[in-house]
């Protein structure tokens, strides 16, 4: 991922000046910084879902976001989720086998489901879960999917200390296994325990 010069800003008023950044295949990434310096600004536009007033973003060579190739390798899980109506936990496990090729019954959705302390709510819509467990949701379904990069806007957020811990060591598996994560937080431990490198949104203004 290659961000140059990145200019973006909301109306006239401007969030990022002049940001730039790289993070390297196989590599996983933290930006922190104060509550509203960028950060999620920042991934939204490597998703290619906020267009940059000036400057480039390139991901895996090319604008992000707007083709099916690039949303089957990237998971960005920066917009709020939305949940099919009707559908339970464990449908939204199939849809998303699925949509990317592999067969529901061999892709391990009970075991994913498991592992995120799910397995006892296969069969409930997603509406009817905690914050906590939406959140493991979230992951739980990124997760399950083939994919080159993760853009994880606080994954941690609002997961209790052991499923932290849990997501921490999945993310370091997920770079085992030759993938990408830019994530952003604000809790350093969870960070290093992913293994990340941890760069400030401050530090990236200007920087070549
Ligand atoms: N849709 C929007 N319209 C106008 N301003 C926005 C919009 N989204 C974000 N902003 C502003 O842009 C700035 C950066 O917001 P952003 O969400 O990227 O910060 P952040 O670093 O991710 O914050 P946090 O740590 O609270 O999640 C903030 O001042 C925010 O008010």
Redesign the pocket.
Known sequence: MEVDDLTVG??S?P?LTGVSLRVARGSVVCLT??????????L?CVSGLQRADAGTVRVFGRSPGGTPQFWRAVVSTVEPPSWYPGLTTREHGELVCRAHGLDPDDAGIDEALDRFGLAGHADAIPASLSSGQKQRLVLALALLRPSSLLVL??PEQRLDPDARAAVAAMLRDYRETGGTVLM?G?DDGFARAAGAEIVT?AALIGTP
């Open positions: 909301y109306g008023t969030v910084g104060e509550n509203g310096i960028g950060k999620s600004t920042l939204r806007d606080e952003a604000h949104v």
